[in-house]
């Protein structure tokens, strides 16, 4: 088999969507960390135009893009299969997921904002978290069925992540009483082995989230106070 190398970095949720599907599918590689404050050589060269991680490296050849690299390795690895094999099924996983993607800045606002502008935010974090309770999930263990699939895993940052940043931003969102499917998925998905081997350190998480959230903090009490 040709060599697969992933460059990644630790508290990445995108680069950690491309060690589960790697892990799911069998496939050995070697996984490099970036330092990305001081971006590699490597990185740079490999991923020139948007100089970010994940980028998986197959055979010699780099791809970006979390999204498009998930693609491309159930493409290369068809065995245990991560879209459905129904071309509407698989049309209709495709759409959330590209939805997932559009809808991530609004699902991670809070986070990044403080007072009025958090409530703003979560509410409108609330309402998308609504639609994939209702129409995404509905009552499947997985989004894609009884398997994790690739919806999973491009979710997978909602499973853990966010769980992280809550606790940082010092607020609740998904909870078993406002959203009893998608906190069900949670445990769920934690629970598959290959996740629940493959996953962050909680305390480094919560760490580099709390430094970044500090900023945030200062930041906007500067803002406030018109500086
Ligand atoms: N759309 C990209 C996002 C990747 C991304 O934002 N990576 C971050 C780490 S979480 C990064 O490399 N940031 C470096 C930078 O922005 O300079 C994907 O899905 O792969």
Not at 11 to 36: H, M, Q
Not at 56 to 81: A, C, Q, R
Not at 144 to 150: I, M, Q, S
């Amino acid at each position: 088999m040709e060599q697969v190398k992933l460059y990644g970095f630790g508290p990445s949720p995108f680069s950690y969507r491309v060690i589960w599907a790697l892990k799911l599918k069998g496939v050995r590689f070697e996984y490099i960390e970036e330092n990305l404050p001081v971006k590699s050589p490597q990185l740079l060269q490999l991923n020139p135009i948007h100089k970010k991680v994940p980028v998986l490296v197959h055979g010699g050849k780099p791809i970006s893009e979390s999204l498009v690299i998930l693609e491309y390795i159930e493409e290369t690895w068809p065995e245990n299969p991560l879209l459905p094999k129904d071309a509407h099924e698989k049309a209709m996983a495709r759409f959330w997921i590209r939805f997932a993607q559009e809808k991530y800045p609004t699902l991670n606002t809070f986070f990044r904002t403080v007072g009025q502008d958090q409530e703003l935010a979560i509410k409108e974090a609330l309402q998308v978290l609504q639609i994939l309770e209702d129409q995404a999930l509905g009552n499947k263990k997985f989004f894609n069925g009884e398997t994790v699939g690739l919806m999973d895993l491009s979710f997978g940052w909602l499973a853990y992540w966010n769980e992280c940043m809550e606790e940082t931003a010092g607020t609740k969102i998904i909870e078993s009483t406002n959203l009893p499917r998608l906190h069900k998925w949670i445990k769920n998905f934690k629970q598959n082995p290959i996740i629940q081997e493959n996953l962050p350190c909680r305390d480094n998480l919560l760490a580099y989230l709390r430094t970044k959230r500090e900023k945030i903090v200062l930041r906007c009490s500067l803002t406030s106070n018109g500086h």
